[in-house]
């Protein structure tokens, strides 16, 4: 088993990653869980697979554990979700020493993560993440939120886990197109951070996409620990750790103004990440050669690279206005130099960033 850690003083956590490691997160919670209770959050699909092996785990090391399970998909990552989280879990007695286990992908995480940090003031939970894109991103770092109608991710925390407890084996039932979709955050870390991991992800797409434990053990480990040096340095989005948001201004824009319906949150990401880069081409920042390559790299693992054909770019911008690196109505985009070099850029003029929506 591989361990990360996410060096934050005294909230300090590790990342573990192994094969076949559900069975020992019981034992594991125990040791720093001194409540006799717990409840595991998951969707009744992840709950159905995997839910029953690690309440079966749970118990044996002595808790008193229940599963929460909430509907699946982006579009219920609500308050009225967190609501009912609520009422379960103190119709079941959980108090502040209690620990909640997340189950699932990104919008499980999500949602434990914000329950977490504002069910009686903050109780402890565990990251047990099922989808590759919540192991190579959001389990990891602390951010929680749920939605708003008007914008992606709105309400939220800063609020750490004790624990990311990553198990390889839970790809193997992952749905092939949410697989694809995942690997636009690894993507992401190659372009802001690592040419070399960059490369990886062009030289091993069969071994990526058959689910080959090595590849994608180093995958997940070398995007964990890109992400770990960011937030270590940066938890609250102070500064470096902006640049985790590349592709994300345009990408939370069209699943806002989707509904969160058409595209999965890594298919959108993939569409704003090839959207940015071209927004940096048009600006001088970057050249042509590696906006061809991003794009490339996108394509190659079939996600989406343009920008949809009948989307009204208003609604776009009015999302993108209310994004949270927006400073005084101006809006920051992060904008790739290079592969595995972004700059955060300001003061970009509206009529370039219409200009490239309109013709990405």
């Keep these: 088993m591989k361990k990360i850690r996410v060096n934050l003083g005294d909230r300090s956590y590790d990342i573990c990653i192994g094969t076949k490691i559900l069975e020992r997160i019981g034992s594991k919670l125990k040791s720093f869980s001194s409540s006799p209770k717990a409840a595991i959050i998951s969707n009744p699909t992840i709950y159905r697979l995997y839910g029953k092996k690690v309440l079966a785990s749970i118990k044996s090391s002595g808790f008193d554990a229940i599963p929460v399970i909430i509907p699946d998909g982006e579009r219920y990552k609500d308050i009225s979700i967190v609501q009912k989280i609520y009422g379960e879990l103190l119709k079941h007695g959980l108090d502040r020493k209690s620990a909640l286990i997340a189950l699932g992908g990104g919008v499980i995480g999500d949602i434990t993560g914000f329950v977490a940090s ?43 886990p004790k624990l990311v407890w990553i198990d390889i084996d839970t790809l193997k039932t992952l749905p092939k197109r949410e697989l ?115 794009k490339s790299l996108i394509d190659s693992y079939c996600l989406p690279s343009e920008m949809p054909s009948k989307i009204d770019v208003n609604p776009l911008l009015a999302s993108m206005q209310l994004d949270k690196k927006t400073v005084a109505g101006e809006l920051n985009f992060i904008l790739p130099e290079r592969i595995g070099k972004v700059r955060i850029q300001k003061g970009i003029k509206g009529r370039i960033i219409r200009e490239t929506l309109k013709t990405s």
């Design 118 to 160: 504002t069910y009686m003031r903050g109780i402890d939970y565990i990251q047990i993440p099922t989808t590759l894109l919540a192991q190579v991103d959001s389990s990891v770092g602390g951010k929680t939120g749920v939605n708003h109608k008007l914008g992606k991710n709105m309400i939220g925390t800063f609020y750490q």
């Design 180 to 294: 694809r979709a995942g690997l636009a955050e690894a993507i992401k870390y190659g372009v802001i951070w690592d040419s070399k991991l960059f490369k990886f992800l062009e030289e091993n797409k069969e071994k990526i996409l058959s689910l080959n434990k090595k590849a994608l053990g180093y995958l997940i480990r070398r995007s964990c620990e890109i992400k770990a040096a960011v937030v270590s340095k940066d938890e609250r989005e102070s500064g470096l750790r902006a640049i985790l948001n590349y592709g994300h201004t345009i990408g939370h824009a069209i699943e806002t103004a989707t509904g969160y319906k058409k595209y999965l949150h890594g298919e959108a990401l993939a569409i704003g990440m090839h959207t940015e880069a071209r927004l940096a081409e048009k600006l001088g920042i970057v050249n042509e050669k590696s906006v061809r390559k991003i």
